[in-house]
């Protein structure tokens, strides 16, 4: 029986080569991604590792299988960095509307009851989102910067502890309008009656690697990062790094305004789905918002 010295030595180039392609897979997991991407060494990387599996197992297959890999195991370690950092752009990728306007900024949690069947029972559903902004003087409200599935005339069954005021049971909350851009909502206050009005945000207020806030009444302001614009499957956001990892930025929050420099720049809509690295959360540009509502809004 060889001894496992022997062994070693007999099949040397074999052990360096897989010995290399564990170091090449722990500085991908382990190496922060602004290390990675400078000079191309995430590149390298994966090269080295597709390199080394052909010397270990020499099959022409072999460096498919492993390029396959090396870009799995790349998208779980920096899936998230590579889409927000490589796909943003400073720019907005698609012209936002040109117009000057002024909403109260939102903040508030919105919960409604939805009941549904699930087999032969009827099963009551809970749905939370954030308000986006309130138009001036009493007009309607819009939520969440996605769609809800609502219909023109719904009236929700508004729950006692969400945060937006109902005017009144003569009132009730009733929707206007349901797009991929948001909800519209009459019947809705804001309960500072305080609040300001603030003018949302052209191309040229949008500040790239400044700091901003996403505002809500229960958890505070979450300070973000503005990492830039991007497309998604035909959609424009605007890319935000979360700064507070205990904040918990997540489902319910759809809507919340994102506020920097005194204006409302992008309302939030989701977040990524990767898991590992910093958490980032798409928006969508409060004018665009605004713009694909607006005839629901104004009189």
């Known amino acids: 029986m060889m001894k496992p010295r022997e062994w070693i030595l007999k099949n040397r180039r074999q052990v360096i080569a897989g010995i290399v392609m564990a170091l090449c897979m722990a500085a991908i997991l382990a190496l922060p991604f602004r290390v990675l991407r400078e000079q191309g060494r995430l590149l390298i990387l994966m090269g080295v590792f597709c390199f080394c599996a052909h010397t270990l197992y020499r099959r022409w297959w072999v460096p498919l299988i492993a390029f396959l890999l090396a870009i799995g195991v790349c998208t779980y370690a920096v899936g998230g960095d590579l889409i927000a950092y490589e796909m943003a752009s400073e720019t907005p990728l698609q012209q936002l509307p040109e117009l000057d ?161 005194g204006k409302i720049i992008a309302f939030l809509h989701s977040g990524t789905r990767f898991h590992r690295g910093p958490r980032f959360v798409m928006a969508r540009p409060a004018l665009e918002v605004y713009d694909a509502l607006q005839e629901y809004l104004e009189p």
């Open 101 to 261: 306007v002024s909403v109260i900024p939102g903040g508030e949690s919105l919960q409604w009851s939805v009941t549904g069947q699930q087999g032969s029972r009827s099963v009551v559903k809970t749905s939370g989102v954030i308000v986006c902004f309130y138009m001036p003087e009493g007009g309607p409200c819009v939520v969440a910067a996605h769609s809800c599935g609502r219909e023109a005339g719904d009236t929700p069954d508004i729950s006692p502890t969400s945060e937006a005021l109902v005017s009144g049971s003569s009132r009730p909350a009733a929707v206007l309008a349901d797009c991929d851009h948001g909800v519209v909502f009459s019947g809705l206050k804001c309960p500072d009656p305080d609040r300001k009005a603030l003018p949302l945000a052209g191309a040229g207020d949008v500040k790239v690697g400044k700091e901003a806030v996403i505002c809500t009444l229960s958890n505070g302001d979450i300070p973000v990062k503005v990492i830039g614009f991007c497309m998604m499957n035909n959609n424009h956001f605007l890319v935000l790094e979360s700064l507070d990892d205990e904040a918990g930025v997540g489902p319910g929050m759809s809507g919340g305004p994102i506020i920097q420099d």
